[in-house]
């Protein structure tokens, strides 16, 4: 059977901790090894687990930060095959017996996320359900790869790795911006394709300490500036740029993609106090412009709940291909 290497990184996981170790230890594919890495816990969390499976191990990370700690467990894996789980979250039963099962029914396929529950103790506002509802919908490698500029289509605790992909990767880096998404746009950087099997596999709690609420490196501008870098410096867009949204999304990202050195020629925008004038020195035109726009990728920076399915319908009635002649970024 194959040996599946968790790596759970841990800072304070408090009393999250001891439910998502057993939500690993009794998965359905019981071939495991679980490296719980302390990243510098000053609770008793880790401490406080029983010690009873030999699959458990403990290790202390190298560093300091979820990076290093990630890095740390990876270097100790033996296993061909490489799971993310967080501290704080529930991988339901058979999680790790059907990512397997899914990438070896598609050899062509590096990594597998999964799909989510997302929960919190207080309940989910409605933006969090919309959330949930997008990454459920973003499984094959198309479609995750036409999302991947929107937000990262794959929850990080999920992530199902071939080693030899993740070692391809140089596992996760430390850059200014959150290093999961900036390991999927380099993974899609290098042609590794990314799918999801259908079941939700993991329920992702929500909670206040989550570091996507408390880091910077997690922050809005954060994830423009690494969207903004691979655009540029992977996919190569570089010339000829027209923004759809002249608002203050748009705005940022054009300083942000000039930053990296490309062009901008104009932008397009919907508000018509906005159409005629100028932003950042550039025109602003009627969305009309975009359908006709051929000299270079429409990069779409709105992300009013709502607008992009009204936006694809109008670009692609025009003729126009998503991924091809025009992204989502927002």
Not at 115 to 130: K, P
Not at 149 to 166: I, V, W
Not at 190 to 200: C, R, S, T, W
Not at 224 to 246: C, D, F, T
Request: with cysteine.
């Amino acid at each position: 059977m194959d040996l599946i290497s968790v790596i759970m990184p841990v800072h304070n996981a408090g009393d999250h901790l001891a439910a998502a170790v057993a939500s690993i230890l009794q998965q359905t594919h019981r071939q495991l090894e679980l490296l719980l890495v302390d990243d510098r816990s000053n609770d008793c969390a880790i401490t406080a687990l029983p010690r009873t499976d030999p699959r458990l191990q403990l290790l202390r990370a190298r560093g300091s930060g979820v990076v290093d700690a990630f890095n740390t467990g990876l270097a100790a894996a033996r296993g061909d095959w490489i799971a993310r789980m967080d501290g704080d979250d529930l991988a339901l039963p058979e999680r790790l017996a059907v990512q397997l099962a899914y990438l070896q029914e598609h050899p062509q396929l590096a990594m597998a996320g999964a799909c989510v529950e997302l929960f919190a103790e207080g309940g989910l506002a409605d933006g969090n359900r919309h959330y949930e509802a997008w990454l459920n919908r973003q499984r094959t490698p198309e479609q995750i790869r036409r999302a991947l500029f929107t937000e990262s289509p794959m929850p990080n605790p999920t992530a199902f790795f071939r080693r030899q992909a993740l070692l391809a990767l140089g596992g996760y880096a430390d850059p200014d911006w959150p290093e999961d998404y900036d390991l999927f746009l380099r993974a899609d950087a290098l042609g590794m394709a990314m799918g999801k099997p259908e079941p939700v596999l993991l329920r992702w709690r929500d909670h206040g300490q989550r570091l996507t609420r408390t880091s910077d490196r997690y922050a809005r501008l954060a994830f423009q500036r690494a969207k903004a870098h691979y655009l540029v410096q992977a996919r190569g867009l570089r010339k000829n740029l027209l923004i759809w949204g002249a608002g203050p999304s748009g705005r940022d990202f054009h300083d942000l993609l000039l930053a990296e050195g490309a062009q901008v020629s104009a932008f397009v925008d919907v508000h018509p106090r906005r159409i005629g004038g100028n932003k950042r020195g550039l025109p602003v035109h009627a969305i009309e412009a975009a359908a006709a726009w051929s000299e270079g990728m429409v990069l779409v920076a709105v992300g009013a709940r709502g607008a992009r399915p009204e936006i694809r319908r109008f670009l692609e009635r025009a003729g126009r291909a998503e991924g091809k002649d025009f992204l989502f970024i927002a």
